[in-house]
């Protein structure tokens, strides 16, 4: 059983950074597939960024096209912590952010068992 609590959620206009934490309880954190998934109202949740339990080989992290080159996904497994540096942020990244694990990486949010409660990232224009 993995719980994972998010933070670091808040309102900053368009341009500014904020960095989103997930906190993992249980031994294995260092095994799971992490990601962050976000929703907007109305719309379906949406694959963000992930990170292979093995952070330091190559192609170990991959994002959703409309964050590549603003967002970068990180993890601690000393502390079983997984981050999401946001910059550049946009209105359009307006959504509750979720902290997801999962024993087989991928995009697809059926692919994770366990989710955190989420966090509201707003960005004013």
């Known amino acids: 059983q993995v719980q994972l609590v998010e933070s670091g959620g808040g309102s900053v206009q368009a341009g500014g950074s904020l960095r989103l934490s997930c906190v993992a309880s249980?031994?294995?954190?260092?095994?799971?597939?992490m990601a962050w998934f976000r929703q907007a109202p109305g719309k379906e949740r949406q694959f963000v960024a992930r990170?292979?339990?093995?952070?330091?080989?190559?192609?170990?992290?991959n994002y959703a096209d409309p964050v590549k080159g603003r967002f970068t996904i990180s993890r601690d497994n000393a502390k079983n912590t997984v981050y999401l540096q946001m910059n550049i942020l946009r209105p359009e990244d307006t959504a509750v952010y979720y902290c997801?694990?999962?024993?087989?990486?991928?995009?697809?949010?059926?692919?994770?068992?366990?989710w955190g409660q989420g966090t509201q990232v707003t960005v004013s224009s």
């Open positions: 997801a694990a999962g024993l087989v990486p991928g995009d697809v949010a059926g692919l994770y068992e366990y």
């Open positions: 990170i292979w339990w093995n952070s330091w080989s190559s192609g170990s992290t």
């Open positions: 249980g031994r294995t954190f260092s095994r799971y597939t």
